[in-house]
C-alpha cells in the first residue's frame, strides 16, 4: 500500500467510498476479491487489517499468504 498522487489510467482501477478513492492496479485486483479492509487501534499499535476469505494458509508472520 501506498499513497499515490496520479491515476494511472492504463492499469490502474478506482473505487470510492465515503469521498476516498482507492486505487487498485490490476495485476493486484485478482488477489483482493472478497477482501475487506478496517483500520483499526489497538495497544500494540495501529493500522490496517485484511480479512480476505480467499486464503488458503499463511505464515507464522502474518504477512504473506498463499491464495
Do not use: R
Not at 33 to 45: F, H, K, N, R, V
Amino acid at each position: 500500500m501506498a499513497f499515490e498522487n496520479q491515476v494511472n489510467e492504463a492499469s490502474d482501477n478506482v473505487y470510492e467510498f465515503d469521498g476516498l478513492k482507492v486505487l487498485v492496479d490490476q495485476m493486484s485486483e485478482m488477489y483482493l476479491d472478497g477482501i475487506s479492509i478496517d483500520y483499526i487501534e489497538t495497544l500494540e499499535g495501529a493500522g490496517f487489517k485484511f480479512n480476505n476469505p480467499n486464503v488458503k494458509s499463511t505464515c507464522g508472520c502474518g504477512s504473506s499468504f498463499t491464495v
